[in-house]
């Protein structure tokens, strides 16, 4: 099974909490993703990320964001409620971030995605939901020029450059899209698939379902 990503760096362990919850057993991220319809992306027609109202009140004068940071940082200081220091671990490239003002709060599955993937659907209210979850782990603190690379790419496009984080990576796009009963379309579920096989597994490979074709 696999835990949470721990891994040392300088000044001590990365937090616990670096991703909102710990991640499902590989195994069950391959049943996750094997659950979630395969379609086609959706028309952007009428896409805006207005249409996802973030970041919500989170207490007097703070919002979302400063509770991720809140929750992910370390040595974390506030004044107040908001976040004026701390360091924050960025995964995708394995970098360490010493001021608030370095790092974005990334939706894991881009808001642009969501929307070609059934959030076109929804209300705003839910969108909202969606954009603000930090039940799932869609919200996770990453440098503002990684996450401006990613952009609303899926993992078929565009992967993190830290390939220990792959893994990780699949498990928490696939939570998110099967809480969010999101679409994926056949590129995006190959390179899940194919993420996924990096995980530790208890045998000695990934089941045998997990290499047959995508569909």
């Known amino acids: 099974m696999?835990?949470?990503?721990?891994?040392?760096?300088?000044?001590?362990?990365?937090?616990?909490?670096s991703d909102a919850a710990p991640a499902v057993p590989a195994t069950v991220a391959l049943q996750q993703l094997n659950e979630l319809t395969v379609a086609g992306s959706a028309s952007m027609r009428g896409y805006s990320r207005n249409r996802f109202p973030h970041w919500r009140d989170a207490g007097a004068n703070c919002d979302v964001r400063d509770a991720v940071l809140k929750r992910d940082g370390l040595n974390v200081q506030l004044d107040?409620?908001?976040?004026t220091g701390g360091r924050w671990h960025s995964p995708y490239e394995d970098r360490w971030l010493d001021s608030p003002s370095l790092v974005d709060i990334d939706h894991v599955v881009p808001l642009a995605n969501a929307w070609r993937s059934g959030a076109a659907q929804?209300?705003?209210?839910?969108?909202?939901?969606?954009?603000?979850?930090?039940?799932?782990?869609?919200?996770?603190?990453?440098?503002?020029?990684?996450n401006r690379a990613k952009g609303d790419q899926d993992p078929s496009l565009w992967r993190p450059k830290n390939r220990d984080y792959w893994c990780r990576y699949a498990q928490n796009w696939i939570a998110v899209k099967h809480h969010w009963k999101l679409t994926v379309t056949v590129p995006e579920k190959t390179a899940l698939r194919d993420m996924l096989e990096t995980c530790p597994w208890q045998s000695s490979g990934p089941p045998t379902s997990s290499r047959a074709p995508a569909g």
Do not use: H, I, K
Not at 2 to 17: F, I, K, W
Not at 80 to 83: H, T
């Open 80 to 83: 107040g409620c908001n976040v």
């Open 2 to 17: 696999l835990a949470a990503v721990v891994a040392l760096g300088a000044g001590g362990c990365r937090p616990a909490s």
């Open 122 to 146: 929804w209300t705003d209210q839910v969108r909202g939901d969606f954009a603000n979850d930090t039940v799932r782990p869609e919200l996770l603190p990453v440098s503002a020029s990684v």
